[in-house]
Nanobody, 126 residues
Framework: QVQVVESGGGMVQAGGSLRLSCTAS????????MGWFRQAPGKEREGVSC????????SYADSVKGRFTISRDNAKNTLYLQMNNLKPEDTAVYSC???????????????????WGQGTQVTVSS
């Protein structure tokens, strides 16, 4: 069975940093593009960042550009999201997802992703 498990969420003050991790098992990790998504209460799920299978290409939502960095370590089956200069509007449940894809593909459309983690809460206080 496939398991996708996020960790690293928590509470921070505005301006602080968090590093989220996502470990996938039960799949061949480097066969999948990966993405981070978030959902705040009362809002739709939005794509935050994604990365292709090799880690050579990335994309970010405009709201997080310059503050967040996505990366992956295929040898460890792990995806990361370094979040700096956090803002209260970043508060959400952050989910990691895996998309079986061609070598070059990456994207932030949730329907393209096959496997999802349960999410980890990130709370940023003013």
């Amino acid at each position: 069975q496939v398991q996708v498990v996020e960790s690293g969420g928590g509470m921070v003050q505005a301006g602080g940093s968090l590093r989220l991790s996502c470990t996938a098992s039960g799949l061949t990790f480097d066969d999948y593009a990966m993405g981070w998504f978030r959902q705040a209460p009362g809002k739709e799920r939005e794509g935050v960042s994604c990365i292709n299978r090799s880690g050579g290409s990335t994309s970010y939502a405009d709201s997080v550009k310059g503050r967040f960095t996505i990366s992956r370590d295929n040898a460890k089956n792990t995806l990361y999201l370094q979040m700096n200069n956090l803002k209260p509007e970043d508060t959400a449940v952050y989910s990691c997802a895996a998309a079986r894809s061609s070598y070059w593909w990456y994207g932030l459309r949730p329907s393209d992703y096959n496997y999802w983690g349960q999410g980890t809460q990130v709370t940023v206080s003013s």
